[in-house]
């Protein structure tokens, strides 16, 4: 008999805003799982001006690991994903992490 595993369910919001502002914008901000891609960089020691394949795969390894923990919290109702930068390419970037996971994973992406 095969049983049919429930797939967890996932709401991306990807926005050019701070966090603060960005939750302003949304009407269920403080519900939102925050990946702001600034503060990684940031915190990882690195500056946008500098990267070099090395530094983006760290970040990129980072922001990934983010977006995890994120999907598997208890208490949010989405992601908000925080860039200034943001880019065509990193939404793309995202969709096939995203896609990597679709047995266990449903998700939407929508701009904020």
Known sequence: ???MQSRTKVDFYITKYSPKEAKKRSEMGQYLYVVDIS???RDLGYTTEALTRESEF???YTIRKKIIQGIYSTKCEGILV???NISQEFIENLETFLEEHTETLEYTISDL
Do not use: L, P, V, W
Request: proline share 0%.
């Open 58 to 60: 760290i970040i990129n």
């Open 39 to 41: 503060k990684i960089i």
């Open 82 to 84: 925080c860039y200034k």
């Open 1 to 3: 008999m095969e049983t």
